[in-house]
């Protein structure tokens, strides 16, 4: 999927510090702090995708449901005050799976009455009425489904294995089913696509009035095969120009409908924003379960083994499946505050990256880097607080990088 369930960090399945398969911080979270639920199972891996998921076929799935729900006996926090089941493709689970592992994180969390938006991925193939209606029932609110594409020849080239009718089908299932709060995934400047053919997708997307879109520019992650055809030349990116274009008529046509860019790539209804995520681009505390799963508590990060049975055996022996914790000097966890907040277009102040990034020394540097981005016309500032501007939005990711090369 492209949501960002997962926390937008630099950490990875590499050991920081070099320490094999570390212990997890001995305090549960805080109650209330966001909970990220990872569960693996896709119907075949996305061409583009560099999540971990597995294909579901001969997985044992009620195995892995019983690990997640060990481990959110054991680390998970009372009353989340947001819930995201990603993954892989959670709606692929039947009605008794999600049953089973949603009836069991509300015995160990009480997230039903504690927690303000609880959002689930899901792709089009697997997602009827009866599901959604189930989802509903179990206590899931938001459904964020994966279309990606509205033509059937890049969904295979993306290794989709839906079509583009099953994603009006699947929209218009949650509808009848009662879901109230639904978010589209969307990816542009896929190969050979011209601006002329978003305009006429995007249009046809944001005519169903969704309250929320997400919309991401093809990236060739590494670890892909998207990124392997490229190398090889089987694949081309889109022209610079044309991605421009893309994401310019993006904002103007969601604008049109209503959508505020609160973020770069998402858009929703005036109070529709995911909170789940712009908790990770404030750089709050957050805990994931599950394998891959990253965890955010005070200056600690740490992730879950990547591999379905190194966590699943890790849960049952040892009661957690922690693969590396790092702990970033300062002045990294100052970076990556302004280059979360940044992406948001409530943008931050000063104080409030020193605050999410615990810091305590001179952040001079940092005001600095700010002060000359202004300069340049990249980021604005009204009252101390620092936005991108215009100009600076399609160069979030450069802006990123000055941050995290002048101060990490």
């Known amino acids: 999927m492209s949501d960002p369930a997962t926390p937008p960090t630099r950490a990875d399945s590499t050991l920081a510090r070099g320490v094999p398969n570390p212990a997890r911080p001995s305090a549960r979270p805080e109650p209330g702090t966001p909970l990220y639920v990872h569960l693996p199972f896709c119907a075949a891996k996305c061409h583009y995708c560099d999540f971990f998921s597995v294909a579901a076929q ?31 493709t959670p709606s692929l689970l039947s009605i008794e799976e999600l049953t089973t592992l949603l009836d069991g994180l509300e015995r160990s969390t ?14 089009p193939e ?33 290794g989709r294995v839906h079509t583009v009718d099953d994603s009006f089908r699947a929209f218009e299932a949650a509808r009848q089913a009662g879901v109230e709060e639904l978010n589209v995934d969307l990816i542009y400047a896929a190969p050979g696509q011209t601006v002329e053919e978003w305009r006429t997708d995007l249009s046809r997307v944001l005519a169903l009035g969704s309250e929320h879109l997400s919309a991401y520019n093809l990236t060739f992650e590494e670890d892909t095969l998207f990124r392997r055809w490229l190398e090889q030349g089987r694949l081309t990116k889109s022209p610079e120009e044309v991605e421009l274009e893309l994401f310019e008529l993006t904002r103007e046509l969601t604008r049109e409908h209503g959508l505020e860019a609160y973020e770069i790539s998402n858009f929703a209804r005036p109070g529709h924003a995911c909170a789940h995520n712009v908790n990770y681009w404030r750089n709050g505390e957050y805990a994931g379960i599950g394998p891959s799963a990253v965890s955010k508590q005070g200056r600690v990060r740490f992730g879950n083994a990547k591999a379905i049975t190194a966590y699943t055996r890790r849960i049952r022996d040892e009661g957690q499946a922690v693969h590396w914790l790092e702990d970033p000097d300062e002045r990294t966890r100052l970076a990556e505050s302004w280059w979360l907040g940044l992406r948001l277009a409530e943008g931050l102040t000063a104080h409030e990256a020193r605050a999410r990034a615990h810091f305590v020394g001179d952040d001079a540097g940092a005001r600095a880097l700010a002060e000359e981005l202004v300069g340049l016309g990249l980021l604005g500032s009204t009252a101390g607080r620092y936005r991108l501007t215009a100009r600076g939005l399609p160069l979030g990711d450069w802006v990123a990088k000055r941050f995290l090369q002048a101060l990490a």
Do not use: Y
């Open 110 to 123: 009480g997230f039903r009455s504690s927690a303000s938006e609880v959002t689930a991925e899901c792709n």
């Open 58 to 88: 001969g997985q044992d799935r009620g195995a892995m449901i019983a690990a997640l729900l060990r481990e959110a006996e054991l680390f998970a926090p009372l009353a989340p005050r947001t819930v995201f089941l990603g993954g892989g």
């Open 126 to 158: 697997s997602l009827d009425r009866d599901k959604a209606r189930a989802l509903l029932d179990l206590g899931v609110r938001r459904l964020s489904i994966g279309f990606q594409s509205l033509h059937d020849e890049v969904l295979q080239l993306f």
